[in-house]
């Protein structure tokens, strides 16, 4: 349609509407999803405003593409076809927080790092840790139940809503839940838009919940010569009874990737690492740090146990920017967020390489051990169509393989544009027709972030 960033000064003011550009059409990684194409970005400022803008676009057949941080490594919040980009970013203000009752009310344009700063300086955390944090937005968050390295203890973003406000189609806000901890008197709205990446709503506000923070956060770090030394470590964490906050692991070719930033020297001979970190009082988490430690030693190259908070916190800046390490090998990635059975751990990272060989890519393995979600990496140069092909292929190979195992082909990311039609893989058939009837009865129109989820 032409002139719909004009006609759009007739729902919004004129600094609140504009012309996209670049970084509104693509993802963080500019990886397989391309650049997308969209007639006007919208910058609504209230929840009343993101409920004009959708009551405009569904009357006139225009299609929104909402959009958060832009962090997102599925393609979720690009636009495929034209439409409007609606961004959540002036959606910024802390509506309430009520510390002795260990909850917020933030609005879906409040960064991740702001949420962990405020509880922080009130002595309490919100747990959901995943990456980008000073970029990605609470919104995006729920809106693709972001996890993190801390998950395995204390769940993934969804576990932490209690309530949610929404605009659905053709322009209605809506509140489900809200400043409480137990709702079952309807069927269960809030968990749909959890996770549904903006196709049946766009979340404008969240509560969340808060826990008191933890006294300290002690890691260890096992060095491993390679993945069945590794992943026999994991699972003697997992049969030992301790509980820690995190299991993560690192397969070779991304330790060799992120190795020359770590904090201390690597072995150069290791080929798998292992983080895992007890929290809680001081002297239990000492203690389970310490059982983290004679658990991990059998078969490790080298065992790093920081105790000092900086210390601390340096290694998990170095995990934090591990993601960005890899993309900076070749500019372009592929990371499939799938999930495995924990007894298959081992098999998804051999698997990995074996792929990576036959397609003549390079693949790697790295992410949550500790619940399974691991993020399979393909690397290519953006420019050679040719190796983007047999990443492609590759990662077709991969879809096939984790279905085999009973897994799932998205923990945190969502689905996206990136990976279209794989549902069809995993879901049962019958299953597949109630997820479309959910889409109908929604979003009847198809407009709500269209060719997503599918």
Not at 206 to 214: D, E, G, H, N, T
Not at 377 to 391: G, I, K, Q, S
Not at 445 to 451: I, M, S
């Given at each position: ?17 504009a ?16 650049v ?13 405003e ?13 299609p ?11 393609g ?90 929404a ?9 489900v ?15 749909l ?44 964490i ?41 929290d ?5 988490a000492?203690?389970?740090q310490?059982?983290l ?13 920081p105790e ?8 998990w ?25 924990l ?31 691991i ?10 169509e ?16 984790v ?40 979003d009847p129109?198809?407009l ?7």
């Amino acid at each position: 349609m032409a002139g719909i960033t004009t006609a759009l000064t007739s729902v919004l003011s004129r600094d609140a509407v504009a012309e996209p550009e670049a970084h509104h059409l693509t993802g963080i990684t500019g990886r397989g999803g391309g650049v997308g194409r969209a007639d006007a970005v919208v910058f609504p400022s209230s929840p009343e405003e993101v409920a004009r803008v959708m009551s405009w676009c569904y009357a006139n057949d225009v299609p929104i593409t909402p959009r958060g941080g832009g962090t997102g490594l599925a393609g979720g919040a690009i636009p495929l076809d034209g439409g409007v980009v609606l961004s959540l970013e002036r959606l910024s203000r802390i509506r309430q927080f009520d510390p002795l009752l260990w909850r917020i009310h933030v609005e879906a344009g409040v960064t991740t790092g702001a949420v962990h700063r405020i509880a922080r300086e009130h002595g309490l955390r919100f747990p959901p840790d995943p990456g980008a944090a000073e970029l990605s937005q609470i919104g995006g968050n729920i809106a693709c139940n972001a996890g993190g390295p801390h998950a395995f203890k204390y769940g993934v973003t969804g576990a932490w809503v209690t309530g949610l406000e929404a605009v659905v189609p053709p322009g209605d806000v809506i509140r489900v839940g809200g400043p409480i901890r137990k709702d079952v008197a309807g069927y269960d709205l809030k968990s749909l838009l959890i996770g549904s990446e903006g196709t049946l709503g766009i979340v404008t506000a969240a509560w969340l919940k808060l826990i008191p923070a933890p006294e300290v956060e002690l890691p260890v770090v096992g060095f491993y010569p390679g993945i069945a030394e590794g992943v026999a470590a994991i699972e003697r964490i997992l049969g030992s009874g301790i509980v820690p906050a995190a299991i993560e692991y690192l397969d070779g070719t991304t330790l060799g990737f992120a190795a020359g930033s770590f904090p201390i020297e690597v072995p150069p001979e290791a080929g798998f690492m292992v983080i895992a970190e007890a929290d809680g009082a001081a002297e239990e988490a000492r203690r389970i740090q310490w059982e983290l430690v004679e658990t991990l030693e059998e078969d490790a190259l080298r065992i790093y146990a920081p105790e000092r908070p900086d210390d601390v916190a340096e290694l998990w800046r170095w995990r934090g920017g591990v993601a960005f390490a890899i993309i900076a090998q070749k500019g372009g990635a592929i990371g499939e967020d799938v999930v495995v059975p924990l007894d298959r751990l081992g098999e998804i990272a051999e698997e990995t390489l074996a792929l990576g060989e036959r397609h003549g890519v390079v693949a790697l393995s790295f992410g949550h051990a500790g619940d399974g979600n691991i993020h399979v990496t393909f690397l290519h140069v953006p420019e050679d169509e040719a190796e983007a092909e047999r990443v492609h292929a590759a990662t077709a190979e991969l879809y096939d393989f984790v279905v085999g195992l009973n897994g799932s082909l998205a923990g945190e990311h969502g689905v996206g544009w990136l990976k279209r039609g794989a549902l069809e893989k995993q879901l049962d058939p019958e299953a597949l027709v109630l997820h479309r009837k959910l889409k109908q009865v929604f979003d009847p129109k198809g407009l709500l972030n269209p060719g997503k989820k599918a």
